[in-house]
Nanobody, 127 residues
């Protein structure tokens, strides 16, 4: 059974940093694209960032470019989202997701759903 487990969320002040981690069980990330999504209260879920292991290509939501960095450590089977210069509008539940087959970054971000999702980790940016 495949499970994705997110961690690293919490309370941060504006301008602060957090690093989210996503580690699957029963699944090896080596061959797939994996992404981070977020959903704020009363808003639709949006794709924040994703990374392909095929060519290392990445995607970032415009509002997080230059502040967030996605990376993966295949040896640890973990994907990270380093979030710097956090803003109150970054407050949301963050989810990681992936699929049982490979998709390019361009296709991945267009998909309406994915095969595997974590339960999410809350990021609260507030002073």
């Amino acid at each position: 059974q495949v499970q994705l487990v997110e961690s690293g969320g919490g309370l941060a002040q504006p301008g602060g940093s957090l690093r989210l981690s996503c580690t699957p069980s029963g699944f090896t990330l080596d061959y797939y694209t994996i992404g981070w999504f977020r959903q704020a209260p009363g808003k639709e879920r949006e794709a924040v960032s994703c990374i392909s292991n095929n060519d290392g290509s990445t995607y970032y939501l415009d509002s997080v470019k230059g502040r967030f960095t996605i990376s993966r450590d295949n040896a640890k089977n973990t994907v990270y989202l380093q979030m710097n210069d956090l803003k109150p509008e970054d407050t949301a539940v963050y989810y990681c997701a992936t699929d049982s087959r490979f998709f390019t970054v361009d296709n991945f971000i267009k998909m309406r759903t994915h095969d595997y999702w974590g339960k999410g980790t809350l990021v609260n940016v507030s002073s």
